[in-house]
T-cell receptor, first 114, second 113 residues
Framework: EAGVTQFPSHSVIEKGQTVTLRCDPI?????LYWYRRVMGKEIKFLLH????????ESGMPNNRFLAERTGGTYSTLKVQPAELEDSGVYFC????????????FGQGTRLTVV | AQSVTQLGSHVSVSEGALVLLRCNYS??????LFWYVQYPNQGLQLLLK??????LVKGINGFEAEFKKSETSFHLTKPSAHMSDAAEYFC???????????FGQGTELSVKP
């Protein structure tokens, strides 16, 4: 069974540009989470989807970040326009809706804004 | 509200020595507790989890952790460190299994030959 997959693994963009990160959760996992780790800081929650609905987006830093999960399958996280402080590693995780298993993480996308 | 504190951002041990990584949590609801490990250039991998069953939890690679409610702790231990244990370790708390995770700051473990 395929795990959580994130694309791209690395991205280097200039300040002011747009970047879109993608997460493919494990098939059948209704819960999808985005987290971010900025250099030297702890991993922080960004938002939570249940199927295609945003359940909790309290961790989104500002309106330059837009997350979508059309059809309740894969999710995208767009940063527009990117700022230097957006650099970090973005993790995606997914879990079952019946709350019987832990969340499984992807390998992360390392975003560098220069 | 929930929070996690990991004591020590860097821990160094000799190969064969005891590994002890400390984690204290705060939670207004019965917690689910996790330890994740991140090896260089890899994603987060679950080491072990506490889900209100046994308080002593055994995980992969010889690691274990004990849930102590009175101390609000969930420290990670391994009797004998191996070079391959060098990685960053994260303690996390959630209100339910598979739920939103609140992470500690992470502890980088170095293992000296």
């Amino acid at each position: 069974e395929a795990g959580v997959t994130q694309f791209p693994s690395h991205s280097v963009i200039e300040k002011g540009q747009t970047v879109t990160l993608r997460c493919d959760p494990i098939s059948g996992h209704d819960n999808l989470y985005w987290y971010r780790r900025v250099m030297g800081k702890e991993i922080k929650f960004l938002l939570h989807f249940v199927k295609e609905s945003k359940q909790d987006e309290s961790g989104m830093p500002n309106n330059r970040f837009l997350a979508e999960r059309t059809g309740g399958t894969y999710s995208t996280l767009k940063v527009q326009p990117a700022e230097l402080e957006d650099s970090g590693v973005y993790f995606c995780a997914s879990s079952l809706s019946d709350r019987t298993t832990e969340a499984f993480f992807g390998q992360g996308t390392r975003l560098t804004v220069v | 509200a929930q929070s996690v504190t990991q004591l020590g951002s860097h821990v160094s041990v000799s190969e064969g020595a005891l590994v002890l990584l400390r984690c204290n949590y705060s939670s207004s609801v019965p917690p689910y507790l996790f330890w994740y490990v991140q090896y260089p250039n890899q994603g987060l991998q679950l080491l072990l989890k506490y889900t209100s069953a046994a308080t002593l939890v055994k995980g992969i690679n010889g690691f274990e952790a004990e849930f102590k409610k009175s101390e609000t702790s969930f420290h990670l231990t391994k009797p004998s460190a191996h070079m391959s244990d060098a990685a960053e370790y994260f303690c996390a708390v959630s209100a339910w299994e598979g739920g939103k995770l609140i992470f500690g700051q992470g502890t980088e473990l170095s293992v000296k030959p």
